[in-house]
């Protein structure tokens, strides 16, 4: 009985070191905007948007589990109205993210352009 014991007891250590090695080695590989610095995601959306919503999410989702820490910016490359109706319930439903133009995204993240109001305001 004592052998079995030992033998779970083993397993279980194993599996929490092997754990613990895929959380560290996780965290060394994805460092992506701890250094004081700006990360932009920057994801192009056009016409109706389509796949806007499940990109996002993605991101959000990489965002959420703290693997990394950036803004994500929604590049307007000819949104219609279906489509600018997409992005702002995104804006809208989240945190840290932003609307810009993409022929104006050079200036979003250089920092002299603001990003779309979520008010509806317009470029």
């Not at 219609?80 to 840290?96: K, S």
């Not at 104006?104 to 352009?113: I, K, S």
Request: include cysteine.
């Amino acid at each position: 009985m004592a052998l079995w014991m030992e033998a779970g007891l083993s397993l279980l250590a194993a599996a929490g070191l092997i754990a613990l090695g895929w959380v560290l080695f996780g965290r060394l590989l994805t460092p992506v905007g701890g250094g004081g610095e700006e990360v932009y995601a920057v994801v192009p959306a056009h016409g109706n948007a389509a796949g806007l919503e499940r990109t996002v999410d993605g991101l959000l989702w990489l965002r959420g589990g703290e693997l990394a820490r950036f803004t994500i910016v929604i590049a307007d490359s000819g949104l219609d109205e279906t489509g600018r109706a997409v992005a702002a319930a995104l804006l809208n439903r989240e945190q840290g993210l932003a609307l810009c133009p993409a022929q104006r995204l050079g200036e979003y993240v250089a920092g002299t352009e603001e990003p779309f109001d979520k008010s509806g305001g317009k470029w």
